[in-house]
């Protein structure tokens, strides 16, 4: 009989981590990366002492006690909302994330989401694709300027930063920034941002980005009041999470022409988007997708795979996420 200890892969992951991954443990995976219900999560976990989760898998107080012998829950996303940390923390098991391996790669993506929200690029393919475009006019989808403009971040964490020195240092940009704390003087320079308060973010910035964690605390952080603080040609990024937005608010906003566009890549309860911003022309939507390029992607996989192997084998990890270690349970 195997006495290597027992993981769960609870998606589809790369195949070169799984076969990583079987080198230290007796692996069952989601390689078909079937949509389980709650339930079906426990059944398949009851019988394991490790996981690697992604942010849709939900780990919960009932799945943990439903699995009383899983000591350590890896997931591939620097994000972690779908942890109930407290929870996992009390009964002993172990939270890890997937931090750094995606901060660059991620921001790259909030400037092109912002860059294709700003210019249009979406409304105006859509518009050549149906036929529409029969000749040139001169304010044919003018947008508005990336360059030169003012850049307000909401969360100034590692991915914030990156944006924030793509912003001043690549396009001149006045970048402004509204954090829980305040970066230090030497960070503030290094990235060319500076803080202001929430309302004057909102009131000054042409474009407002937002890459703060999701949590009960910034549960509808942009809502109907805060759009209407916004300026009427300004745009929104979300590269956040789903409910840092009122989404619903949002559709209404960009239907009145209350703020000029809208980038989203995450929803309130996605994958499903809510209607009414399927259906308003000034707002760009892509599937969550900041992190996803195939390096990236196989590092965070990578990285969730070394912190299972590290728990097991060195009594350590590399990126917790409830700290410290909680003493691992017995099997
Ligand atoms: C992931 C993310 O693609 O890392 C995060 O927090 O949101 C994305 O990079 C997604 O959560 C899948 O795990």
Redesign the pocket.
């Known amino acids: 009989m195997s006495t290597k200890p027992r993981i769960l892969v609870a998606r589809a992951i790369f195949p070169e981590v799984l076969d990583f991954l079987s080198q230290h443990f007796e692996v069952e995976s989601n390689q078909d990366d079937l949509d389980w219900s709650p339930e079906e999560l426990v059944r398949h976990l009851q019988d394991k002492d490790g996981a690697l989760t ?3 898998v939900s780990i919960s107080a009932a799945l943990l006690a439903a699995c009383p012998q899983l000591r350590i829950c890896a ?5 972690f909302n779908n942890f109930d940390v407290p929870a996992m923390t009390a009964a002993g098991v172990q939270g890890t994330n ?1 931090p750094d391996v ?1 901060t660059e790669t ?1 921001a790259d993506f909030g400037f092109a989401l912002l860059m294709a929200t700003a210019r249009r690029v979406t409304e105006s393919e859509h518009y050549l694709r149906a036929g529409k475009w029969t000749r040139w006019s001169y304010d044919m989808f003018c947008g508005s300027d990336i360059h030169g403009a003012t850049l307000g971040i909401i969360g100034m964490g590692r991915i914030g930063q990156a944006i924030a020195r793509r912003g001043a240092l690549g396009f001149g940009m006045q970048v402004i920034y509204h954090n829980r704390s305040r970066l230090d003087a030497a960070t503030e320079a290094a990235c060319g941002a500076r803080y202001v308060d929430k309302d004057t973010l909102l009131q000054s910035a042409d474009h407002v980005l937002l890459v703060v964690p999701y949590s009960a605390a910034s549960h509808h952080t942009i809502g109907a009041a805060e759009l209407a603080r916004m300026k009427p040609t300004a745009t929104l990024i979300n590269i956040a999470r789903g409910g840092i937005v009122d989404d619903a608010a949002l559709a209404v906003a960009l239907r009145e022409g209350r703020i000029a566009a809208a980038g989203l890549d995450v929803f309130e309860g996605e994958p499903k988007v809510h209607p009414d911003l399927l259906t308003v022309p000034n707002v760009v939507l892509t599937p ?1 997708i ?3 390029t195939r390096r990236t992607r196989l590092a ?1 996989a990578q990285l969730a795979a070394d912190n299972l192997v590290d728990y097991f084998f060195r009594g350590t990890v590399r990126t917790p996420v409830n700290t410290p270690l909680p003493v691992a349970r017995s099997a």
Request: hydrophobic share 50%; proline share 0%.
């Open positions: 992604t942010g849709s997931n591939m996303a620097v994000g997937a995606l991620t969550h900041a992190s996803a965070m």
